[in-house]
């Protein structure tokens, strides 16, 4: 059973930056694949980034040059930085990890941080 402990996230003006981390147990988190995702009222869950254990990093269009994903297996976190912020990037953001237990996919979510870029 994998838990995340989740903190960043908060308020910011539009142009500024925050970050957003998670920190996973209950895995062996080099081997696994992370992201984030995020959420508004009303809309789907959309893709953020997403940072697979050994291959090509992913960013919505929406966040190219301004997000930067990254993770330390070391620590077993995943880190989302986010520059030059707009209000539409206010969203409940989501961690999610991937692993593969033989032939098994499981995948697990965080609880969520909220992010609001105010105008």
């Known amino acids: 059973h994998v838990e995340f402990v989740e903190s960043g996230g908060g308020l910011a003006q539009s142009g500024g930056s925050l970050s957003v981390s998670c920190t996973a147990s209950?895995?062996?988190?080099?081997?696994?694949?992370v992201g984030w995702y995020r959420q508004v009222p009303g809309k789907q869950r959309e893709l953020v980034a997403q940072m697979p254990s050994g291959g090509t990093i992913k960013y919505s269009d929406s966040v190219k040059g301004r997000f930067t994903i990254s993770r330390d297996n070391a620590k077993d976190t995943v880190t989302l930085q986010m520059n030059s912020l707009k209000p539409e990037d206010t969203a409940v953001y989501y961690c999610?990890?991937?692993?593969?237990?033989?032939?098994?996919?499981?995948?697990?979510w965080g609880r969520g941080l909220q992010v609001t870029v105010s105008s």
């Open positions: 999610k990890l991937d692993e593969t237990w033989g032939r098994q996919n499981l995948e697990w």
């Open positions: 209950g895995t062996v988190f080099g081997d696994t694949d």
